[in-house]
């Protein structure tokens, strides 16, 4: 049973308040009011919703009896003021615990429970993969963890030939988790997987076969994630050569064999409670239709990664802000979420305002700059030859990277104090043929896997996209500091996988979650960033 602290303050202030219905909780949902702290079991998703004194006195006075209006007047004798009570009866609706708000989604989940709708895998049409031989996942990953299969297949392999040096060596070590458990992984000599060979590829794949190799292994760097709608299989994004494996290969849509074994892995399902805006909580089925209309926009060839990722965090926007004046009524969320699904694509892809740049490369300046720091925390916590060195190489490799970020960003927010020599040869546009490819091929897979959320927060993870969508950008500019206006393929692969990768380290998890209200500011500035020279 997972846990999930909830709090609430009184902000806000609402209108249009109350209409004629009966609260209850839902069916699987009951409170625990114990000598701890009150609680909302929920049953059908089996976590634990911890509530503070605000939100339990509205849980409290919900008994399935009192209508809107006496459940908000048993809350304010229990010491809160109505728009404090009205808040809070606003938070249990957008938790879908109380019956009938969110019913097609509460409807899917009955539904996975009891079996009677087993979880489809759900596949990008598009999506590829093929190895391009590179031999940097045997580098830069983290070699595991192995299960009870992987190990034994290990154990059973003849390396008399392959690999004659290590007859009679373990090939895995324990590595600890944070939650205190310790999982097999891949030995690693010299910073590389044991088992790579000189030239690069996988030992075991050449001379024992694919189906030898540890199944983390086998399916880099396809990843898959239980939503409510289906197994999403996607690709993560980290192949050094993601620009030719993403469109390599046959369709992964036509080879359901390679699918097979994350199909199998587990059916725990992924459904959190999402916090859309520093004010508003929601369960995931009010975030995942907003994520699924940048998802679909993304396959548009003619709408740029950074105007995609600005229009979702306009949604956002958009549906956190229709809340306010809502009705208390089980079906309003749901109607304002539909109407924002509903309003012309044109209104959210309308240009940045003048007005808004500034503060935008602001915002965007000042993250670089935690992250530099972030960088810097990296490379202290992570000692020479430590397992995890490949981070250090990741920060290492990211912090020039900001710094021409942060650099440029100067420049546009004082061009008359910045050399002409660095606006000439610092910026690149994204609106080149290979960045929009690859950059609107990135957002596709990433929000439609896992990388909407960051630690269940919706504006640090957009933020995070953004940084992806620059770093990107700008380590292959730095890389191909030689070109006039336009970096390489190869460039842009080796810049994505830094964002990728780097991006995804706890440090920078974090810069991301405490810069979370500066997110509307910098994506509204960030598609003018990505195309000014």
Request: aromatic fraction near 4%; charged fraction near 25%.
């Amino acid at each position: 049973m997972s846990a999930r602290a909830l709090t609430l303050d009184g902000r806000r202030r609402y209108t249009r308040e109350t209409v004629a219905f009966v609260p209850a909780l839902r069916t699987e949902v009951s409170l625990r009011n114990d000598d701890a702290a009150p609680a909302l079991v929920d049953a059908l998703l089996g976590r634990e919703l911890r509530l503070d004194p605000a939100l339990a006195a509205v849980a409290l006075a919900i008994d399935g009896r009192r209508d809107v209006d006496d459940v908000l007047a048993a809350a304010c004798t229990a010491g809160l003021t109505r728009p404090l009570a009205v808040r809070g009866l606003r938070a249990l609706l957008l938790l879908n615990v109380i019956e009938g708000a969110g019913d097609a989604v509460i409807a899917s989940l009955r539904a996975f429970r009891d079996g009677l709708d087993l979880p489809r895998g759900r596949v990008l049409p598009e999506m590829r993969f093929e190895c391009q031989g590179s031999g940097s996942c045997c580098q830069t990953l983290s070699l595991g963890p192995l299960d009870a299969a992987d190990v034994e297949r290990l154990a059973a392999l003849d390396l008399s030939k392959s690999h004659p040096h290590l007859v009679g060596q373990s090939l895995t070590e324990l590595h600890a988790h944070p939650d205190g458990r310790r999982a097999p992984y891949l030995r690693r000599v010299d910073g590389r997987c044991l088992l790579q060979l000189d030239d690069g590829r996988c030992g075991v794949h050449v001379h024992h076969g694919a189906a030898a190799k540890p199944l983390t292994c086998r399916l880099f760097p396809l990843e898959h994630v239980v939503r409510y709608d289906g197994v999403h299989v996607y690709d993560r994004g980290e192949c050094s050569r993601f620009g030719a494996s993403s469109k390599a290969g046959e369709p992964l849509a036509r080879t359901p064999q390679r699918l097979l074994p994350l199909m199998a892995q587990t059916r725990r399902l992924d459904h959190p409670i999402v916090q859309l805006s520093p004010s508003y909580l929601a369960d995931f089925g009010y975030y995942a239709p907003l994520v699924q209309s940048a998802v679909d926009e993304c396959a548009a060839d003619t709408l740029a990664a950074p105007e995609v990722l600005r229009a979702l965090a306009r949604r956002v926007a958009a549906f956190t802000g229709a809340l306010d004046g809502l009705p208390l009524s089980p079906g309003a969320a749901g109607a304002a979420l539909q109407h924002v699904l509903a309003t012309p694509r044109a209104r959210f892809y309308v240009p940045c305002r003048p007005e808004n740049l500034v503060p935008g490369a602001r915002a965007l300046r000042a993250v670089a700059e935690a992250l530099t720091v972030a960088c810097d925390r990296v490379l202290e916590q992570i000692p020479e030859g430590h397992g995890q060195s490949w981070a250090r190489d990741f920060a290492r490799r990211l912090k020039p990277v900001l710094h021409v970020v942060r650099t440029l960003l100067a420049a546009l927010l004082e061009p008359q104090s910045a050399p002409e020599r660095i606006i000439d040869a610092g910026f690149l546009s994204a609106d080149t043929p290979e960045a929009h490819d690859t950059l609107r091929r990135s957002l596709r897979q990433a929000l439609f896997g896992r990388q909407a959320l960051v630690d269940d927060r919706a504006l640090p993870a957009l933020l995070r996209l953004a940084f992806v969508q620059l770093v990107t950008v700008y380590a292959a500019r730095h890389r191909d500091a030689g070109e006039a206006s336009r970096a390489s393929i190869g460039g842009l692969d080796e810049g994505h996988q830094l964002a990728v990768r780097a991006l995804s380290l706890d440090p920078m998890r974090q810069v991301f979650i405490e810069a979370a209200e500066a997110a509307p500011a910098a994506l509204e500035a960030l598609p003018y960033v990505l195309r000014w020279r």
